[in-house]
């Protein structure tokens, strides 16, 4: 099954962060983002952020 969903708010700069039985989370900047346990990774939202292509941004904060 799905261990964990991350929620990208572009408009927003924030990601929420969804595992089974649990509350969800909210992320921003440097703050670094879980991850599911077998991936050994450090990422924040900035960095995520910054992966996404620029075109997609501006037609997301356009249609708000």
């Not at 450090?42 to 997609?56: A, S």
């Amino acid at each position: 099954g799905t261990q964990m969903v991350w929620l990208i708010d572009l408009n927003n700069r924030l990601t929420f962060v969804f595992t089974p039985h649990q509350t969800p989370q909210e992320f921003g900047g440097q703050s670094p983002l879980p991850t599911p346990a077998p991936l050994n990774l450090t990422l924040t939202v900035d960095q995520i952020l910054r992966w996404i292509p620029r075109k997609i941004n501006l037609a997301s904060s356009q249609s708000s």
